[in-house]
């Protein structure tokens, strides 16, 4: 278990990003509070991913469907940059699919 999730938005049906699919993708985020380091956070849900199924993120160097695909967009105000961990998440301004299920977090 990672945590207690404190606030979760709406799920949000929207087209690929960065590919082309015939298949829509569903967002959320969540707020979760947590004892585990942001390293452990990204072990557990990796772990999750694998347990769902998945094996890659993408296939070819190109991103392609995926049952999940689990993100860790913030944790407190930390800034991590490591090769296989980068916190804020550095392109998360640049979604819709990620921002609006987040602000509407914030706004909670």
């Not at 772990?47 to 296939?59: F, I």
């Not at 860790?72 to 980068?86: F, G, V």
Request: hydrophobic share 35%; with cysteine.
């Amino acid at each position: 278990m990672i945590g207690a999730v404190t606030r979760r938005s709406s799920l949000y049906a929207t087209k690929p990003w960065g590919f082309q699919s015939e298949h829509d993708f569903l967002n959320a985020c969540v707020c979760v509070e947590t004892m585990l380091s942001p390293r452990q956070v990204l072990e557990k849900t990796q772990e999750v991913e694998r347990l769902m199924g998945r094996t890659e993120k993408s296939h070819n160097g190109e991103y392609h469907d995926r049952l999940i695909d689990i993100d860790i967009l913030l944790y407190d105000d930390l800034h991590i940059d490591e090769p296989d961990l980068k916190i804020p998440h550095p392109l998360m301004h640049e979604r819709d699919f990620v921002m609006v299920p987040l602000r509407e977090i914030s706004q909670k």
